[in-house]
Nanobody, 122 residues
Framework: QVQLVESGGGLVQAGGSLRLSCAVSTRTFSRYAMGWFRQVPEKERDFVAAISWSDGRTYYADSVKGRFTISRDNAKNTAYLQMNSLKPEDTAVYYC???????????????WGQGTQVTVSS
């Protein structure tokens, strides 16, 4: 069973930064593409960023391009989301997820973390 645990969320002022981490318990971490999604109450879960298995290819949502950076450390079984220049509209619960496919589609992700709250004050 693959388990994902996010950390690093919190409260930050607009313009500030946070780094989210996603620790993955699996012996085959490098076989999974990793994604970050976010969700606000009563709305669908939105794609934020994804990174491929080992060659570092990335996808970003237009709303975060140039501000957020996804990365991974296969030796540590951990994925990261560096969030800079945060805006109040970035406030959401952020989820990491693992997939056999390098994709923006949430339906393709088989494993999910429990989520971490990010709140950006104006």
């Amino acid at each position: 069973q693959v388990q994902l645990v996010e950390s690093g969320g919190g409260l930050v002022q607009a313009g500030g930064s946070l780094r989210l981490s996603c620790a993955v318990s699996t012996r085959t971490f490098s076989r999974y593409a990793m994604g970050w999604f976010r969700q606000v109450p009563e709305k669908e879960r939105d794609f934020v960023a994804a990174i491929s298995w080992s060659d570092g290819r990335t996808y970003y949502a237009d709303s975060v391009k140039g501000r957020f950076t996804i990365s991974r450390d296969n030796a540590k079984n951990t994925a990261y989301l560096q969030m800079n220049s945060l805006k109040p509209e970035d406030t959401a619960v952020y989820y990491c997820a693992a997939s056999f496919y390098f994709t923006r589609g949430s339906a393709e992700y088989s494993y999910w973390g429990q989520g971490t709250q990010v709140t950006v004050s104006s």
